[in-house]
């Protein structure tokens, strides 16, 4: 599927929250489900999202992506080989998306066409956190390798996340990783917040993301 690339110039920034408010709205009209995936480079943002789009797709439940980086069009390139729309959003220096740019990249999407909306944003664990986009869920991919005390030291990715996909259990073997001390971590930062263990290399209980998001479908 061709991918669409949208180059950030300055003029894009501005009133964050009320464009991120209009986001929400338009999600709300088209009645499309949307998730932010976040977290660290490389925690497996873009694994767990190609395994969940072909699940989803499956199951009939029509899925579009944008894609954000600094530079590059790897991770669209992946996600175009699953044949659903993705918008590629290079910040061109930025460390995080920004209303402007998901409102930008809806743009280029069918939305009558979508159910479920994914955007990754740029993998980083702090300034994310700080933009609102007007997404539904945030989600926090966290991988074993990163460390169980990354909810303690980025606190803010975890406050604004409903859930986490603690990603890589298959190394678990290989790594000192306190999985209690993980999420006794994620709560102290965040009581409410939903924990999932997955691999995005095995696909181990990506069922359970599948799941999650059925669920929220229901209730939209
Ligand atoms: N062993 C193992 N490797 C994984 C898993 N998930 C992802 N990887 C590997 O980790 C590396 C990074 O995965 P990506 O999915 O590209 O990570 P990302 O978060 O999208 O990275 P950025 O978009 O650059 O921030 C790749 O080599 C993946 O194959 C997993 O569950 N287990
Ligand atoms: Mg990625």
Redesign the pocket.
């Known amino acids: 599927m061709k991918i669409k690339k949208i180059e950030i110039g300055e003029n894009l920034f501005g009133k964050n929250d009320e464009i991120a408010r209009e986001n929400s709205e338009l999600l709300q009209k088209y009645n499309i489900l949307s998730l932010n995936?976040m977290?660290?480079?490389?925690?497996?943002?873009?694994?767990?999202?190609?395994l969940t789009i072909r699940k989803l797709k499956e199951k009939n439940i029509t899925c579009g992506v944008i894609?954000g980086?600094i530079a590059g069009t790897?991770?669209s390139e992946?996600i175009s080989l699953l044949e659903v729309p993705v918008v590629q959003i290079n910040t061109g220096g930025a460390c995080h998306l920004e209303a402007m740019m998901i409102k930008k990249g809806m743009e280029q999407l069918t939305l009558n066409e979508i159910k479920v909306l994914f955007v990754?944003n740029?993998?980083?664990l702090v300034c994310p956190a700080e933009f609102k986009l007007g997404i539904k869920y945030n989600v926090t991919?966290a991988?074993i390798?990163e460390g169980e005390e990354k909810p303690l030291k980025y606190p803010l990715m975890y406050s604004v996340s409903q859930l986490v996909l603690l990603?890589?259990?298959?190394?678990l073997k290989a790594i000192d990783f306190d999985t209690e001390k993980f999420y006794q971590y994620a709560r102290k930062t965040n009581p409410d917040i939903k924990i999932i263990p997955?691999?995005?290399?095995?696909g181990?209980s990506i069922n359970q993301f599948v799941d999650f998001i059925e669920e929220q479908l229901l209730i939209q």
């Open positions: 995936l977290g660290s480079p490389g925690s497996g943002k873009t694994s767990i999202l190609e894609e980086d790897f991770d992946r990754e740029v993998g980083n991919v991988s390798t990603n890589k259990i298959d190394l997955v691999s995005g290399k095995t181990d």
